[in-house]
């Protein structure tokens, strides 16, 4: 299995098709949820899926839900969007990469897939997510 660091495909068709709203006020909740190396996420990824996702000491399925710190801006002609880092405390977690997905309690559908270059793990301490700079260089979510 393989995680591959991506914006998802279907995300991209879903944003133009008016699925997305990551404006000031939305009421759209989106989720990181983490995975092991036994995943297999890519840009193919369609939607939220427990194959291969974490099972550990305070982490629950589905993961946590986001914050987003940086509402959609543009510098010059990219367009971004970010969130706030994540933290499972007092947690037992051992996680090769994460999915954002809009949950929405029925498609779940796939923003991006994060791969974290390594396994990362907590043992009865803070795991964190913590997400780039909200720039045009390194936010989360950029579109060119």
């Known amino acids: 299995m393989a995680i591959t660091q991506s914006l ?3 995300f991209k068709v879903n944003l133009l098709n008016g699925l997305f709203n990551f ?4 009421s ?3 989720y990181l949820a983490l995975y092991t190396n036994e995943a297999d996420l890519s840009a193919a ?3 939220y899926t427990s194959g291969g996702e974490v099972v550990g000491t305070n982490y ?3 993961g946590k839900r986001l914050t987003i710190n940086q509402t959609p801006v543009s510098t010059g002609t990219t367009a971004f969007v970010n969130f706030d880092s994540l933290t499972w405390t007092s947690s037992t977690i051992s996680a090769r990469g994460a999915l954002i997905y809009l949950h929405n309690g029925t498609t779940n559908p796939a923003v991006a897939v994060l791969d974290f270059g390594s396994e ?3 043992t009865g301490g803070d795991f964190t997510v913590t997400f780039p ?3 045009v260089s390194n936010a989360i979510i950029r579109i060119a």
């Not at 404006?23 to 939305?26: D, N, R, W, Y």
Request: with cysteine; aromatic share 4%; glycine share 14%.
């Open 8 to 10: 998802c495909t279907s």
């Open 23 to 26: 404006g000031e006020g939305t």
């Open 28 to 30: 759209q909740q989106f």
């Open 45 to 47: 990824t369609t939607a």
């Open 60 to 62: 629950d399925a589905g």
């Open 120 to 122: 990362k793990a907590s």
């Open 133 to 135: 700079a909200s720039n």
